[in-house]
């Protein structure tokens, strides 16, 4: 019965987010037809569909708008230190496949964008994401599946599955469903979405950087790929598998002890 009832809370929660959508959809367009500014139409998109989405399951389920559980401060902030290893050894898999396309819509936004706008695009793009879409995917889907499965490393699987076919960029299913995976290990290592955030936001601000860049100076070619030899990603694999071992590994020795 109660593996019945965490699945049905994903399946309400992903029902909530379509709501969401649909809503933030047409005021977004309202905005739009007076404004002209797709920029809003990308905020309200994260805000409303994910933020409207965790904020009403939650109300729903624990009668609070906030889990504070899910935003406790990590029992030992190293594991800030493993989030960036395990990060920096994704990013060689992560270039390997993903489809060399720079985001135009993000690449407009970003062409002789103002001071304002450029701040504006950094909430966005990189902090509104990083919040919601962390507290979405990995804060109450990953945790009600980790219920349902028994299983964390299947739970971080589907997830991450989930996470990349939500972003609507089949191109780069494999790329952000192993981005997916790497922030469903941080956020399983330390119970505390403050490090996925934290991480998840370095990701979107980079990315928005480097289209900066581009678009004002031309410093930065959006197009290449750095890790398109098969050989870099094998290091990558094994530090991954590296680092799942040793925590496994010390998850016992303390069980034991």
Known sequence: MKINNYISRVFILLGLYIAFLLAASVLGGIIFFYT???????????????????????????KKWIDT???????????????????AASVPLVDYFSKPETDQTILKLCSNASTFKVIVLVFGVAVFPAVFE????????????????????????????VFSAMHFDFGNLVARFILGFILGLMFYYSKSLWVNILVHFANN?????????????????????????ILYIIPSILLIAA????YEKKKLINSES
């Open 36 to 62: 002209n500014d797709m920029t809003t139409l990308l905020i309200l998109a994260t805000v409303i569909a994910f933020g409207g989405s965790v904020v009403v399951y939650h109300k729903i389920f624990d």
């Open 69 to 87: 559980s899910l935003f406790q401060k990590p029992d030992s902030w190293k594991w800030l230190v493993v989030a960036v290893i395990l990060f």
């Open 134 to 161: 962390e507290w979405f995917f990995r804060g109450i889907i990953q945790t009600n599946l980790s219920k349902v499965t028994k299983n964390s490393y299947i739970a971080i699987i589907i997830t991450a599955l």
């Open 205 to 229: 601000f980079m990315v928005l950087l480097a289209i900066l860049l581009q678009g004002k100076d031309g410093m930065m070619d959006m197009e290449e790929k750095i890790f398109d030899n």
């Open 243 to 246: 680092i799942i071992l040793l």
